[in-house]
């Protein structure tokens, strides 16, 4: 699996549980992509107005808004935003006037659309799609690529499932046209993946395994797993069995990190038995911060080769 | 001297475990309830998105309608004796939600009618706060009947994981009659009748209209069923700020987790005004000394190559760098706190919490006294 072949598609998802560097790798394999010519939009989805973006964060900023801001040359980001959704599909829907302007306005229906279940996922849902259906003067997609990173499994979870949910209980009408346009889209192998990032340590695979039989329930087309902060294994095969007496026979440093190493073997050796789908393995590195995504995004490139 | 936090686990009755997710939050609130039920406390664990290897550690079940006590001989081997008692209560939206529908509506029709509606079924564990609102709410109840002596709370994992204080208030925004006055028009006004009727065929043209009738069926029932554990917020939050509540944030040395532990801090103390008590830093090489380094003397039983010792001695000099960043962080973290908060030290445990014995390593690694 290559990076050309992972960033040919319209939209990616990743997701994964909090701390496994989810959000780092989906500016990463944002930053490469762009790097590579692609236009990207880079997206999170967005909670409460006020919340600071981690996403964010590691472009020097303290949050996104809804309109998509240039970071860098093809590289732009934004959050989704469910009152921008629930305008934009107002807008779409209703005849322009009088009816327009009182439910553009009305307080109430705000609230109602920001509090009622599922109305919240159907604004990112149509957020997006708007977003997905942009097109330039030349006819071309204005975002080629859209990257999301998935806040948590929850929302995942609830954004692939929207379709399926609401058009069995609407049927039809215009929000059931929207969700088969995007579903047309969400659920083609194609256009859209869904990737699992985690970690190479028991609980966070077995958690990545729930995920992935979730996303699969839900039909999205999964891409694969990333099984980041990978240790770097310096003893070749001849040497392990020394290696691992002297951590048993003796009380020093370095246990710790050989037994991670072990573990990470163990947890890739689970993941290629019990899933048949790719897993990219993603070295660990020292520096943090500012540095990490770029730096990840060079191990990836030449996009051609393996990552 | 005793240890602060053995002291808030003596005399506090409620604590609220907050942090980032991934930095074994639901594990160290286990641990924190198993040491208070050592030391004598009926303590009840109350967590939101567990993970399942804890519920089977503990050996309860994942998603029960109330409260489950772990099995006597769990109990027993994990050092829990009477008075001592220990209950866990994972939480789930959606068996949280048919229990509410259950008790709270007028009668067995009512509640029949909503659990068996179209919409309900499909859409009720997506309604935010609900989970959060019934750990508040079940809170509420365990601390006024004294059922318990000590209420542990592992915070939702969310980005804003004290989303929960708010939930109440989430939820009467949701019930705000203003939201449901343009679904049951049935207002006096001339123009809000007007504005209702408008409203009405917004709906009407995106949802169609039985849709629309159906979803004003759901939420009329549903809503008034809400409206009666609907307590006063600020009754719930003052919970919050008794005395005898205590917050505390987990974190891991990990940078990201850092970032977002200060965040919870202040946010809990200055914006919030809670009684934030100091840290748990999880996952930690501070304090594991009394190792030996990798030496040539130490292997004279192994016939080992050079270059092998040499990588051997990376590792160990990796090891040792990551031992001295932690042991600063924590004291950084002691020093900026000041001596009337805490910071306390978790060990990294290889195997992550798999089953009671590992627990229980985690368990004694707390302060003694």
Redesign the interface.
Known sequence: MDMETITSKRLIMISG????GRTTLAAAIAIAAAKNGKRVLLAEVG??EG??S?LA?LFGKKNFTEIPAQLDQNLMACRLWAPQGHKL??QH??PGG??LS??LR????Q??LT????F??MGWFYHLLTLIKEMNSDGQPRHQLIIIDM??T?HTL?LTTLPK?LI????????VDALSEGQRVIYDPDKSSSWVVTLP????V??AL?LLEGLHASNVPIGGIFLNRFPQN??QPD?FD??N??FN????????????II?SQEAEKRLLKEIDVPIIKVDELTR??FELPAQIAQKFNPITGDV | MNSPLTGIIKDKRLIVCCGAGGVGKTTVSAALAVKAARMGKKVLVLTIDPSKRLAEALGVERSPPEPVRPPISKLRQIGISPPGDLEAWMLDPQVIADTVVEKYANNKEEASSLLSNRIYKNVTAMVAGMQEYTAVQAMHTFLKNDRYDLIILDTPPSRNALHFLEAPKRISRLLNGRIFRFFIPSDTSLIKRAVSTVLNKAMDISLGKTNRVELTTFFSLFSAILSRLNHNAGELRSIFKQKDSSFLVITSPAQEAIEEALYFEKKTRDDLDMPFNGYILNRSLANTNHKNYPDESLFSNHIISELTLNKVKDLAEHELAQMKAHTNLLENIRKRLGPSLFAEALPYISDGVSDLETLATLVDALPSN
Request: net charge neutral; charged share 25%; aromatic share 6%.
């Open positions: 549980k909090g701390g496994v909670d409460n919340d600071e981690p964060h599909f107002l829907i209703l009088a009816i009182a439910a009305s307080k109430a229906l609230a109602f509090a009622a279940p599922s919240c996922e806040p948590a929850g609830a949910i069995r209980l609407i049927r039809s009408g215009p929000i340590e028991k609980l966070p077995s958690e729930e310096p003893f040497e020394t290696i007496r002297i026979d003796h009380n020093i440093y370095g246990k710790l990190s050989f037994q991670r573990r943090g911060g």
